[in-house]
C-alpha cells in the first residue's frame, strides 16, 4: 500500500546548516528538490522573493533550533499517529481514489496547511513548524485528518486552533445528531470515532439492575457485554460516579481489556435526575492522549445524550 503521509520535516531542517544570511538561497534550493510543491505554495500564499525574505529573518535560528529537538523527539510517533488516523478512516476520506498524499514539512510557519499539486497527485503540506509556535504539536493527527477532510471538502487551505475551538465544532455537530433521539447513538459513537484520531472505540453501556449493558458502539467487538458495577474501569466509574481517566492502561490493576491494541481510557458517566443511567466509554489506541478538554467535551455529550434517553 502506498504511504499517505510522508516525513519532510527533517530535510527542510537542513536549513539549521546554512548561514542564516543564505537562508533565502536554501529556500530557493527547496523549489528545485520538490517539483512543483513549495512554487505551489507561495502562490497560495501570495508569497514573493521579498515577502519570504522578510519571513525567514524574523524567524531565530535558536528558535529552529528548539523546534528541531522537540520534533525529533516525537517525529516518528506523530508520523505513525497521523498515518493511523487516515488509513483508519478510509472510507470516509476515501483513500481508494489515490488522489491525495500529506507531506509533513516545516515551512515558513505563516499556515498550518495548504494544498498544492504534486507531480501525480493533490499534496497537503502540513507545516509542523506552524503548529510548533502555536504548541499544538501534540495534536498533529487531529490537524492531518482536519486538514484531508477539509481537502476532500474542496478547501485550499486551512488552520487548526486547537482542542477548545475543535471541540465547540464538534458539540454543535453532536447537538444535531441527537435531534434523532435515542435511535441516533449509534450515529453519534461513528461520529465521534470519525472526528477524533484517538477515540478508537467508542460505545455507550447503560445501567440494568447494578450491571452495565452493553449498548451502540464502534470498533472492534467486546466480549464485556455485562459489567457489574466495581468491576474494569467502566465499574469503577459507575460506582463513584465519576469520570475516569486512565492515561495507561497498562498501570491500571482494576480493568477489563477489549482490545492489546488499547492504551488509553475515558469513561464518563451519564446522570438522569441524579442517578447513573449509563455511561459513555472511549478507549484509544495512543498513549495518554486525553486531556482537560477531552474531558469538558464528553461530559457535556453525556449531558446531551441524557435528554434523549
Ligand atoms: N476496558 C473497560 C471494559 C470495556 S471495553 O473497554 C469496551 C473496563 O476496564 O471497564
Redesign the pocket.
Known amino acids: 500500500m502506498r504511504s499517505i503521509v510522508q516525513n519532510k520535516v527533517e530535510e527542510c531542517l537542513e536549513i539549521l546548516r546554512w548561514d542564516r544570511t543564505r537562508w533565502l538561497e536554501f529556500w530557493k534550493s527547496q523549489r528545485k528538490r520538490y517539483g512543483p510543491l513549495i512554487p505551489g505554495y507561495e502562490e497560495r500564499l501570495e508569497l514573493n522573493d521579498e515577502k519570504i525574505k522578510e519571513i525567514l529573518w524574523s524567524i531565530e535560528r535558536r528558535t529552529l533550533d528548539r523546534f528541531k529537538w522537540e520534533w525529533l523527539d516525537v517525529s516518528r510517533n506523530k508520523k505513525i499517529e497521523c498515518a493511523e488516523a487516515l488509513s483508519e478512516r478510509e472510507k470516509s476520506l476515501e483513500l481508494h481514489r489515490e488522489d491525495f498524499s500529506v507531506f509533513l514539512m516545516a515551512l515558513l510557519g505563516i499556515e498550518d496547511w495548504v494544498v498544492v499539486d504534486g507531480e501525480k497527485e493533490k499534496v497537503v503540506l502540513i507545516d509542523v513548524f506552524s503548529l510548533w509556535k502555536k504548541g499544538l504539536l501534540r495534536e498533529l493527527s487531529i490537524v492531518a485528518l482536519e486538514a484531508a477532510r477539509s481537502f476532500r471538502m474542496g478547501k485550499d487551505r486551512g488552520s487548526y486552533e486547537g482542542k477548545k475551538v475543535f471541540f465547540e465544532e464538534l458539540l454543535r455537530d453532536v447537538e444535531k445528531i441527537l435531534e434523532g433521539g435515542k435511535g441516533s447513538l449509534q450515529r453519534l459513537c461513528e461520529y465521534l470515532r470519525e472526528r477524533v484520531p484517538y477515540y478508537d472505540?467508542v460505545?455507550f453501556?447503560f445501567v440494568e439492575n447494578e450491571e452495565?449493558v452493553?449498548g451502540p458502539?464502534v470498533?472492534e467487538p467486546?466480549v464485556?457485554t455485562k459489567?457489574p458495577f466495581g468491576?474494569?474501569?467502566?465499574?469503577?466509574?459507575a460506582e463513584r460516579k465519576v469520570t475516569f481517566v486512565?492515561q495507561d492502561?497498562s498501570k491500571?490493576t482494576?480493568?477489563?481489556?477489549?482490545?492489546p491494541k488499547?492504551k488509553a481510557?475515558i469513561?464518563v458517566p451519564i446522570f438522569k435526575g441524579g442517578e447513573i443511567v449509563g455511561e459513555l466509554?472511549i478507549?484509544s489506541h495512543a498513549l495518554a492522549p486525553f486531556s482537560e478538554e477531552d474531558r469538558r467535551f464528553l461530559e457535556k455529550v453525556c449531558e446531551l445524550v441524557a435528554k434523549v434517553l
Open positions: 472505540w460505545g453501556y452495565l452493553l458502539f470498533g467486546t464485556h459489567i468491576m474494569g474501569i467502566c465499574g469503577q466509574a486512565v492502561v491500571e482494576n480493568y477489563l481489556s477489549c482490545s488499547t481510557e469513561v466509554d478507549d
